[in-house]
């Protein structure tokens, strides 16, 4: 019997069952990696896009920012009527921005316009004032009335954007501003006048021993030539034996070339072309003030009684009057003049507190003449005086009247005179302490010289008049603690 033979048997190995686990795991792993790269990618997709959209965040930002800036320049440069009402505010500002704004490159053919309660810059639909043309960065201007009292505020919003299409980006500001006085330079002249100065003769120079002669500064803000026309006289002067700062002496206008010299002396020298080229000068225009004279008639208790001197206390002069002061007099507190009136002071007068003659009529009508010896002072003691006290640096103030100065005896001024036309005439000096005279009318020569010397111990510039009644044209000027960022 023949035994069978098993065939032979291979041991199992126990791993055979894994076989292709490595490729399993390789597989795995790139699924990780790409799992990791998509969002690896899609990290830095979007950290791109966040990037980008804070990129054109910041530029539309900065437009805005610029925007902003911008307007505060040009809203800090306006010139409203002192006397514009909140209601007139925006209508009166957008004229003015028209003026600043329209025809320059900023805006080009662009407008400024005004449509119910808002200024639109530009006011086409679309249209941007460009800050950076390569990124198509810009701004636009909206500004509202706040409504908020007597103030006249307004609210500027600027809109900055960047980019275009579904690149564009936007962020807006807004600052409020408030309406305040412009600075003005008028009280930095000895004169300053509105219309045309003549000077003949006589002049403006200092007080030997007190002043220096670079006091002696005159300008017109005539807007045509001539605005000043010197055939004689002195203005200012130089002397060897001084330092500089003790020279002076300028002839100002809005156009030097306005300014002409046929004779006299400036600042030492009667060389003409020596004036022309060294001592006249274009100025900026200054801000004349607007003169509310009814502020003063309360003040004037008394009616005018005839009287031809001696003490006369807060006293009013009717219209048609005509006085003349023919004897010595003394007016203590206000002499208040209305118009129109031609009164004249033909004696020693003494003005204890100021001359104020009603802001109505013409400078033909309302006439002023001091023959005599004409000086102000301070107020008189008395309880009756005291609601004048809080009124500073004035010493005349007639808008709409002739000022002639006629007198053989020095006059001398105590604070700002302020009246329509100034002529010197006299064969006397006339002293300006802590003042200048600014004179307002336009239809005549403004300012005549044509007497003896105008001499100043010190302008108004450090004694600028201080009453409700003088005011300047308005600018706007930012509301501390306004800034927003809208978006």
């Not at 199992?12 to 069952?17: E, G, V, Y």
């Not at 009527?81 to 805006?107: F, H, I, M, W, Y």
């Not at 003349?324 to 129109?340: A, H």
């Not at 008395?382 to 005896?409: D, Q």
Request: net charge positive; aromatic share 6%.
């Amino acid at each position: 019997m023949c035994s069978k033979m098993r065939p032979s048997m291979r041991p199992i190995s126990p791993f055979r069952k894994r076989r292709g686990i490595t490729a399993v795991l390789a597989m795995l792993f790139m699924i990780l990696i790409a799992t990791l790269s998509l969002g690896f990618y899609a990290s830095v997709t979007t950290s791109v896009s966040i990037a980008k959209n804070d990129q054109r965040g910041a530029r539309a930002l900065l437009a805005a920012e610029s925007g902003i800036q911008f307007m505060r320049y040009h809203l800090a440069n306006t010139n409203l009527p002192s006397d514009t009402q909140p209601n007139q505010v925006l209508a009166e500002l957008e004229a003015d921005l028209k003026s600043r704004l329209e025809g320059t490159a900023n805006l080009g053919t662009c407008t400024v316009a005004k449509v119910g309660n808002t200024i639109s810059i530009p006011a086409e639909a679309g249209k941007y004032i460009v800050t950076n043309p390569d990124d198509g960065s810009g701004f636009t201007v909206s500004i509202t009335d706040t409504g908020a009292g007597a103030g006249g505020e307004i609210v500027c919003t600027v809109m900055g954007q960047t980019g275009g299409g579904s690149y564009k980006g936007s962020r807006a500001v807004r600052l409020d501003f408030t309406r305040a006085p412009v600075t003005t330079s008028i009280y930095d002249n000895a004169i300053a006048a509105r219309g045309k100065i003549l000077i003949q003769k006589g002049g403006v120079t200092r007080v030997d021993g007190v002043s220096s002669y670079n006091v002696a500064n005159i300008m017109s803000a005539r807007t045509s030539s001539p605005a000043l026309v010197m055939t004689g006289g002195t203005i200012g002067g130089y002397d060897n034996s001084t330092t500089p700062a003790d020279e002076g002496g300028s002839l100002g206008a809005l156009d030097k070339n306005w300014v002409q010299v046929y004779g006299g002396t400036v600042h030492g020298t009667s060389n003409i072309p020596a004036i022309q080229s060294s001592y006249t000068a274009t100025s900026a225009a200054p801000a004349f003030p607007s003169v509310d004279t009814d502020y003063f008639a309360p003040f004037a208790t008394n009616t005018y009684a005839n009287e031809k001197g001696g003490i006369i206390k807060n006293i009013r002069i009717p219209a048609n009057t005509n006085p003349k002061f023919t004897s010595n007099t003394t007016i203590q507190g206000i002499i208040y003049i209305e118009s129109p009136n031609n009164v004249e002071f033909k004696g020693t007068t003494e003005l204890q507190g100021m001359l104020v003659f009603e802001n109505d009529g013409t400078v033909g009508q309302n006439v002023v003449t001091m023959s005599g010896n004409f000086a102000v002072g301070s107020l008189p003691q008395g309880a009756e005086f005291n609601p004048l006290r809080t009124i500073t640096g004035l010493s005349v103030v007639a808008p709409s009247a002739s000022l002639y100065m006629t007198g053989s005896v020095d006059s001398q001024f105590r604070g700002n005179v302020i009246v329509g036309t100034f002529r010197n005439g006299g064969s006397a000096d006339v002293v300006l302490d802590q003042g200048s005279i600014v004179a307002m009318d336009t239809t005549v020569d403004s300012v005549v010289l044509n007497g003896k010397m105008i001499k100043v111990k010190s302008t108004g510039k450090l004694n600028q008049p201080s009453s409700a009644a003088i005011t300047y044209d308005k600018k706007f000027i930012p509301s501390k603690g306004s800034y927003l960022e809208l978006n």
